[in-house]
């Protein structure tokens, strides 16, 4: 009898889900539109049939032992989705209460970020590491801390949002309603929206100019560096240096091992790395220089959502400090 557990991402526009065994081998996956659903019911619906689906195709004997959900907004103490921004359902869903109702198996419901950094620890590169901040770079930045080999979740259940930290107070508009938030510079809209600001200030060539805002993206960009485009190049340096600045901020108030970066920017390698952790390191209190590693996620691959939120079940069964506080 193999254990098995649920790993769902709910974004914006799809949700993904897999079956993952406890080695971390992804034994199905699939995925549904997040935006078709005008009710959160009928959506839940869908995904449940989804599921059981899913489940029927499993040729072994097995035990489902619990889902894992990463969403924007997703309240770890509560089990629910709270006004995520990115979703068409307002208000607060109770998904881990219909979970438990539907399939009777706990559901352990974080953000995105928090299940990576839990992703990180149970299959990726930071196996062993008790101190450790995982920055995922998507459409904006999220974060999930581990201190003392405990995810980091806060009284209200949404700590470690570093992405919404501010860079510069009479900076870019974000979505949160506040200006100048590290995610409107960091994030893969943010760089974007640092090659429009960078095309608008010089004059020199690039293969850039012309291409519009909606089509840009942060593939092209990291391409266009690697051909030497010294605005794509431009732009690379000045995201690290803010990154790097805000990094050197946050060790400070946790002291870790290591940051990873995972995520669309974080594939541009040297690109990204280089500026980050050089303006890190300038900027780190002296006790924390060349103490601190910054390293790409081990989870860099399609199923890591997946893989990350699943993680979020292990995390549970097996941490009995965590027993008492969810569902
Ligand atoms: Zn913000």
């Not at 035990?63 to 959900?69: I, L």
């Not at 510069?168 to 949160?176: E, Q, T, V």
Request: glycine share 12%.
């Amino acid at each position: 009898m193999k254990e098995l557990t649920i790993g769902l991402d709910i974004g914006g526009t799809n949700t993904k889900y897999g079956i993952v065994d406890r080695d971390g081998n992804v034994v199905y996956q699939g995925s549904i539109s997040t935006t078709q659903y005008e009710e959160f019911k009928d959506y839940f619906d869908g995904l449940a049939t989804a599921l059981r689906d899913a489940m029927a195709t499993i040729p072994f004997e097995n035990k489902m032992m619990g889902v894992g959900v990463g969403a924007a907004n997703g309240n770890y103490y509560k089990g629910t989705i709270e006004r995520a921004t990115n979703l068409k359902w307002k208000g607060i869903i109770p998904l881990a209460d219909m979970f438990k109702e539907e399939f009777n198996i706990p559901a352990i419901v974080t953000n995105d970020a928090n299940a990576a950094a839990v992703g990180e620890m149970i299959y990726g590169s930071a196996k062993g590491m008790q101190d450790f901040v995982v920055i995922t770079l998507g459409t904006g930045l999220g974060s999930g801390f581990v201190s003392n080999g405990q995810l980091l979740n806060g009284k209200h259940g949404i700590a470690g949002e570093v992405g919404h930290t501010t860079v510069n107070y009479a900076g870019r508009y974000c979505n949160c309603g506040k200006r100048g938030c590290l995610e409107t510079y960091v994030s893969a809209t943010g760089i974007r929206r640092t090659v429009y600001k960078l095309l608008a200030d010089h004059l020199e060539p690039s293969e850039l100019r012309g291409i519009s805002f909606d089509n840009l993206t942060t593939k092209m960009i990291t391409e266009c560096a690697v051909r030497g485009d010294i605005v794509a190049l431009a732009a690379f340096e000045y995201t690290g240096r803010i990154l790097g600045m805000k990094l050197a901020e946050t060790v400070v108030h946790t002291d870790p091992d290591a940051i990873f970066l995972f995520g669309g920017l974080s594939l541009a390698g040297d690109l990204i790395f280089k500026p980050t952790i050089k303006h890190m390191e300038a900027n780190l209190m002296p006790l924390f220089r060349g103490k601190i590693k910054v390293l790409p996620s081990g989870l860099q691959n399609q199923a890591a959502p997946i893989l990350g939120s699943s993680s979020l079940v292990w995390n549970y069964l097996y941490n009995k400090q965590f027993k008492e506080t969810l569902i």
